[in-house]
């Protein structure tokens, strides 16, 4: 992946990357400044609006999932919290994810992102205060429809991972996501009847894993809600 300056090592993941793809260039809050602190963080994330974020409905052989993006105050300020995907899951092993799931019949969504955590990671549903929701988007590969659940909680829980779901979970600041060695993005085109033209695609390396797909495109909306700039606000988008 092109960035502006040497990345980080990141991880084992591996990245299907297309024949034909082009450096994006600087982040989209390249020229934003923001206070990391949780305080300041969950003020940002409480006055954010669904209300503007893209409208995508389920296609019609697509199942719902609901995921926490679970923010807690950390020792370098507003941590999230990810998971790596087990190697016994059928889709996306070993990938690092949001905790969350399929929404079962007559389930909310809300209810869905929390019962998934609860059962991936032991997060208890009553310490969490959900605010909002960010965009939701489509995978090709397991046929999802997402929808990312915006979260807090005022200290980090104590996690008890499930040994099916999950192989590791890890809480990343998220002024370390920002990094200039750990954020890059590209544009891909995949050469598919069902994505016609070229699409953004988000990395960030951390020291021993990488984050990628429909799990760093959230991030990178998060990230954007959080410098106050728009996540669609691209070069060429």
């Known amino acids: 992946m092109s960035s502006g300056s040497p990345r980080r090592a990141g991880g084992a993941q591996k990245i299907p990357t297309p024949t034909t793809r082009r450096s994006g260039g600087a982040p989209a809050w390249s020229d934003h400044?923001?206070?990391?602190?949780?305080?300041?963080?969950?003020?940002?994330?409480?006055?954010?609006?669904?209300?503007?974020?893209?409208?995508?409905?389920?296609?019609?052989?697509?199942k719902v999932s609901a995921v926490l993006a679970l923010l807690a105050p950390g020792e370098f300020g507003a941590e999230v919290l990810l998971t790596?995907?087990?190697?016994?899951?059928?889709?996306?092993?070993?990938?690092?994810?949001?905790?969350?799931?399929?929404?079962?019949?007559?389930?909310?969504?809300?209810?869905?992102?929390?019962?998934?955590?609860?059962?991936?990671?032991?997060v208890h549903p009553q310490l969490v205060t959900v605010h909002s929701e960010l965009s939701p988007l489509s995978t090709f590969v397991s046929r999802s429809y997402i929808v990312p659940v915006l979260a807090t909680v005022l200290e980090k829980p104590e996690l008890s991972m499930s040994s099916y779901e999950v192989d590791r979970a890890l809480w990343v600041p998220l002024a370390e996501l920002v990094r200039a060695d750990t954020f890059s993005w590209e544009w891909w085109n995949f050469d598919r009847v069902e994505v016609p033209e070229d699409r953004p695609m988000f990395f960030f390396h951390l020291d021993d894993e990488t984050i990628w797909g429909a799990t760093a495109r959230m991030l990178h909306e998060l990230l954007c809600v959080v410098h106050g700039v728009n996540h669609f606000d691209l070069p060429n988008w």
């Open 33 to 62: 400044t923001v206070d990391f602190t949780f305080e300041s963080v969950v003020k940002v994330i409480q006055q954010h609006s669904i209300d503007g974020r893209a409208q995508i409905t389920p296609r019609v052989d697509e």
């Open 84 to 122: 790596r995907r087990s190697t016994k899951l059928s889709n996306h092993q070993g990938e690092i994810s949001f905790p969350g799931g399929r929404v079962d019949e007559g389930e909310s969504i809300v209810d869905a992102a929390l019962r998934e955590t609860h059962e991936e990671v032991g």
